[in-house]
């Protein structure tokens, strides 16, 4: 039972650039969420998806496509990096979007772009 | 002002110490709250939930006082692997579903 995973696990790109990170779990969690975690900041929500199917934005989508591939896995996509895209990204996933229990977090991917 | 508030320290003290963390939350519709833990350079993981009753794990005690929108952390007896950040989370209900993370409170335990 792995959990969570993303790949890669380390990135650098160059202004301009395009990539895709993937998540995958295995739990069987309905949602899953994109985040990522600057410096001094806490984690800050990309886009998530409730259940298979749908998408949503979270706080800071600017930047970022994702797609629910199916109900394990989930994608991030940028499109045309930007330096101000240099962060610590993690997946995570949960039961259900609606309700108190808690999320599970990939090991993350930390992604430069100069 | 932030929606989940943490001191950001760092907290350094010795072996054996007892050190308190502590959060304050702004929305009054927070239903449901938990202690992250995430050591250097790796995933955030649930230390533990926080009821509002109080809850203890071991040398770890949470609390939640509602009225006054804190909740806190307890760690008793430090060890030098309890170094970390720990992150207040709580998760909202106002229409829609929404997950709030604290930007952390790093612990520095030495021998």
């Known amino acids: 039972n792995a959990g969570v995973t993303q790949t890669p696990k380390f990135q650098v790109l160059k202004t301009g650039q395009s990539m895709t990170l993937q998540c995958a779990q295995d739990?069987?969690?309905?949602?899953m969420y994109w985040y990522r975690q600057d410096p001094g900041m806490g984690l800050r929500l990309i886009y998530y998806?409730?259940?298979?199917?749908?998408?949503d934005k979270g706080e800071v989508p600017n930047g970022y496509n994702v797609s629910r591939l199916n109900k394990r896995e989930f994608s991030l996509r940028l499109e045309s990096a930007a330096p101000s895209q240099t962060s610590v990204y993690f997946c995570?996933?949960?039961?259900?979007?609606?309700?108190?229990?808690?999320?599970?977090f990939g090991p993350g991917t930390r992604l430069t772009v100069l | 002002r932030k929606e989940v508030e943490q001191d950001p320290g760092p907290f350094n003290v010795p072996e054996g110490a007892t050190v308190a963390f502590n959060c304050t939350y702004s929305?009054?519709?927070?239903?449901?709250f938990f202690w992250y833990r995430q050591d250097c350079r790796k995933e955030p993981k649930l230390l533990m939930s926080?009821?509002?009753s109080g809850n203890e794990d071991g040398r770890f005690t949470a609390q939640l006082n509602r009225a006054s929108q804190y909740i806190s952390l307890l760690i008793r007896d430090s060890k030098l692997s309890d170094s970390a950040t720990y992150l207040c989370?709580?998760?909202?209900?106002?229409?829609?579903?929404?997950?709030?993370f604290g930007a952390g409170t790093r612990l520095f335990v030495k021998a």
């Open positions: 995570a996933s949960k039961w259900t979007s609606v309700g108190p229990d808690t999320q599970y």
């Open positions: 929305n009054s519709a927070s239903q449901s």
């Open positions: 926080v009821y509002s």
């Open positions: 998806s409730a259940s298979e199917g749908t998408t």
């Open positions: 989370v709580v998760n909202l209900n106002t229409g829609g579903f929404k997950t709030i």
């Open positions: 739990m069987n969690h309905n949602s």
